[in-house]
């Protein structure tokens, strides 16, 4: 019933199925009120007779009609003549043309996105979402996609043939609600233009407080107001290559194994972040060392992130967790699945 109705208020064409609906059910209607009051028929006399009119299948009358009834319900015919015409024209042009069974292909995808939580949302489809989606396709990240073109999105379908999107401008609170953005975990913008991603920061941060959101920027002066809006993270891609390319020349060999450590297709190595709130209760306040997870995992603790976002690298053996803070592991895949399994 909710698939009916969002699908009924939606907008449509000249050919629109609805108001298709609308006029045989109005037709029909008005017709057995006619004869209600007309022939003094009971209800169920009245509807049957309404509909047998406007389906012209030629039955004979339930109670033969006065004249004013023969004059009202001949009108009645000639006005279904069209509305049956209409129905016919636009229930053709959408199976002609794909578009009901599109609509039910997109009502039956925003079924699927009312039931997530915890997912991220995507707002953007060009390179850089293509490869963020990616990335979470490879570790089964619960993930929705917002993209102003369809033929664009299509292109998930080729690599996920269970992918979610959502086509709509991402600036517009309605599509980050259909988004599911009140359950989701995360949001990440990786729109081109700079304005676009602080206005989706300033709505996303409105709509869900505990949001957390990333957001690509062009420049530094985006970027701080990026991160005054509500950003977690604001990533520059172009100041990120630079450097890149230029310690590549300065340390290349650091680079390269920076690089094979994060190329997952290249390397079984991998990253995993141990908040507080994932510990299990008999390791929260633990020290690394008492809490063992190297014995029983294999992975190594290389970064302590302190609550502000300051960082400790290779923290000591005696370091702890408080509330608000998290260790980052390295280690290989299998070592990574075994953690996970720890902090079940």
């Known amino acids: 019933m909710?698939?009916?109705?969002?699908?009924?208020?939606?907008?449509?064409?000249?050919?629109?199925?609805?108001?298709a609906i609308l006029l045989v059910i109005g037709t029909t209607l008005l017709g057995a009120i006619g004869l209600v009051l007309i022939e003094d028929y009971g209800w169920v006399d009245a509807i049957y007779m309404s509909i047998i009119t406007i389906?012209?299948?030629?039955?004979?009358?339930?109670?033969?009609?006065?004249?004013?009834?023969?004059?009202?319900?001949?009108?009645?015919?000639?006005?279904?003549?069209?509305?049956?015409?209409?129905?016919?024209?636009?229930?053709?042009?959408?199976?002609?043309?794909?578009?009901?069974?599109?609509?039910?292909?997109?009502?039956?995808?925003?079924?699927?996105?009312?039931?997530?939580?915890?997912?991220?949302?995507?707002?953007?489809?060009g390179k850089y979402g293509r490869e963020i989606a990616s990335h979470f396709q490879q570790h089964g990240q619960e993930f929705v996609l917002i993209d102003e073109s369809e033929e664009k999105l299509k292109g998930l379908l080729d690599e996920k043939p269970d992918g979610l999107y959502i086509v709509g401008d991402a600036t517009d609170d309605e599509v980050l609600k259909s988004a599911g953005i009140d359950r989701a975990n995360a949001l990440i913008t990786a729109l081109n233009d700079d304005s676009d991603n602080l206005f989706i920061v300033l709505s996303a941060k409105e709509l869900n407080p505990k949001?957390?959101?990333?957001?690509?920027?062009?420049?530094?002066?985006?970027?701080?107001?990026?991160?005054?809006?509500?950003?977690?993270?604001?990533?520059?891609?172009?100041?990120?290559?630079?450097?890149?390319m230029a310690t590549l020349i300065s340390k290349p060999g650091a680079v390269e194994f920076f690089s094979f450590i994060t190329n997952e297709l290249a390397s079984d190595i991998g990253f995993e972040e141990i908040r507080y709130d994932q510990l299990p209760r008999g390791m929260q306040n633990k020290s690394i060392k008492r809490m063992?997870?190297?014995?029983?995992?294999?992975?190594?603790?290389?970064?302590?992130?302190?609550?502000?976002?300051?960082?400790?690298?290779?923290?000591?053996p005696e370091s702890t967790l408080s509330q608000g803070e998290s260790f980052i592991a390295v280690g290989s895949y299998e070592q990574i699945k075994a953690l996970r399994k720890v902090l079940l």
């Not at 016919?88 to 699927?112: C, P, T, W």
């Not at 603790?301 to 000591?316: A, C, S, T, W």
């Open 211 to 244: 949001l957390r959101i990333v957001s690509r920027s062009k420049t530094a002066r985006s970027r701080r107001k990026m991160i005054k809006a509500g950003a977690s993270h604001v990533i520059m891609p172009e100041q990120i290559g630079g450097f890149y």
């Open 2 to 19: 909710k698939r009916f109705l969002r699908w009924f208020s939606s907008a449509g064409t000249a050919l629109s199925l609805r108001y």
């Open 55 to 125: 389906s012209t299948v030629g039955f004979t009358e339930v109670e033969p009609l006065s004249s004013a009834g023969k004059i009202f319900v001949s009108g009645l015919i000639v006005v279904n003549l069209g509305v049956v015409a209409y129905a016919l024209a636009a229930f053709s042009y959408y199976v002609i043309e794909g578009n009901l069974f599109h609509k039910l292909f997109l009502e039956q995808m925003q079924d699927r996105i009312d039931r997530m939580d915890g997912h991220t949302i995507i707002c953007g489809y």
């Open 292 to 316: 063992g997870l190297r014995a029983q995992t294999g992975v190594n603790i290389i970064g302590h992130r302190k609550e502000g976002g300051r960082y400790v690298v290779n923290p000591p």
